[in-house]
């Protein structure tokens, strides 16, 4: 079979695959598909850890600011009692 006969689309028919063709067949699409499901599974449980960190540090983000805001509005709260106090006759 030359070049030019390859280019036209003129070929010979393909022999049918042996038994032992198929079964390597078989076996590395089996095992490219388990790759593919392992990958999946893995892929789920890292993004679902990510998601419980994230919430962990977000979480803890907003406590410490809400705790800096409630301090900063109890000092102020006791520096103007203080101050009520002081102008009473």
Do not use: N, W
Not at 51 to 57: D, G, I, M, T, W
Request: glycine share 4%; proline share 3%; aromatic share 6%.
């Amino acid at each position: 079979m030359d070049l030019g006969s390859m280019m036209l689309g003129f070929h010979r028919p393909m022999k049918p695959l042996s038994i032992k063709s198929k079964a390597t067949l078989v076996a590395t699409m089996s095992f490219v598909l388990l790759l593919v499901l392992i990958s999946a599974v893995q892929m789920y449980f890292v993004k679902a850890e990510m998601k419980r960190v994230l919430e962990a540090q977000q979480f803890a983000l907003v406590t410490r600011v809400a705790d800096d805001i409630e301090q900063k509005l109890v000092h102020a709260s006791r520096t103007t009692s203080g101050c009520e106090r002081r102008r009473r006759p």
